[in-house]
């Protein structure tokens, strides 16, 4: 992949439903300047305000990351931003007609596609990239959570996922170039446990659920009456439990494709730095919240690190 800053050559839209709203919308992608970095517009509110995809407009992390400014909201802006990083993509303006991302299958299959459809332009100048003389790290003991990120040439990623289900078990997933994102990474779905489903369905958390955006894990025992009440709130069909405690509304991509999905979060979050990284990032028991905390830890490193460069002048 060039040093040079690219951009899409063209406009290109992907349409469908918020997970947490349930509203049909549409996102724009449009080709943008350099140095301009990734940024979202809501073209449904007055004065179409625009905001920064960076680490400092994070708003929430509850089930998605949020950005927010002056009041207004972008939810679920992970798996565009994923999808922009995996591709190259340095500059683009994301114009969204609803406060929420298409969440289409829970991947980011969909805006690669997207973007590979507008082509990619390579722009005149260079790319700017965070690098690192010594390794950063947040952690949370109790909660076995750490993230770090040591120096290297290029951006690779690894992520152990192990939520204490018996039916996810331990799983890792490592991404060792970025060029491999679209093949390895992309195509990888959200995933939640049956539990928290039907509580986040009753308390109308997750209005766009359809049980095709997400793969389901059975970690307690349930009846075929209790997933028939569920099938009935999706208005699907019976779903019955397959042998490797997965709902049988899909067939999994990869063995370990929770834990994918979990490093294209990782992904998405951290390229709210706005610039590439070169830099190995480990992350044990990742999510948003710690992700982008993990973002804030770095951030505030390098500026500390210029200022005190300024300062020895
Ligand atoms: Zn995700």
Known sequence: MSDKQKTIKKPVSVSGKG?????????TMVPAPENHGIKFKRTDIDGQPVIDAHITNVVATDRGTTLGLNGYKIYTIEHVLAALTGM??????????????????????????????????EQNSFKEYIEL???????????????????????????????????LGQQIARLGRIEDFKAKIAPCRTFVFLHELEFLLKNNLIKG?????????????????????LADLFNKPRVK????????????YF??????HKLL?????????????????????????????????????????????????
């Open 19 to 27: 997970l947490h709203t349930g509203k049909e919308g549409t996102l």
């Open 88 to 121: 190259g993509v340095d500059n683009a303006l994301i114009e969204l007609d609803m406060e929420e991302i298409p969440i289409k299958d829970g991947s980011s299959k969909y805006f690669v596609e997207a973007i590979e459809q507008a082509g990619i332009l």
């Open 133 to 167: 003389i010594k390794p950063i790290s947040y952690e949370i003991p109790e909660k076995k959570i750490k993230l770090e990120i040591e120096p290297s040439d290029h951006f690779s990623v690894t992520v152990v996922v192990d939520y204490d289900s018996r039916v």
């Open 209 to 229: 659920g359809d049980l095709n955006n997400a793969i389901v894990f059975v970690n307690k025992k349930v009846t075929q009456e209790e997933l028939d009440y």
């Open 241 to 252: 439990v397959k042998k490797d405690g997965i709902l049988n509304n899909l067939e999994l």
């Open 255 to 260: 063995d370990n494709e929770p834990a994918r």
């Open 265 to 313: 979060d990782v992904i998405g979050d951290l390229s709210l730095l706005g610039k590439s990284i070169k830099g190995h990032v480990t992350a044990y028991r990742p999510g948003h919240q710690v992700n982008t905390e993990f973002a804030k830890v770095i951030y505030n490193h390098i500026n500390n690190y210029a200022y005190d460069k300024r300062a020895t002048l």
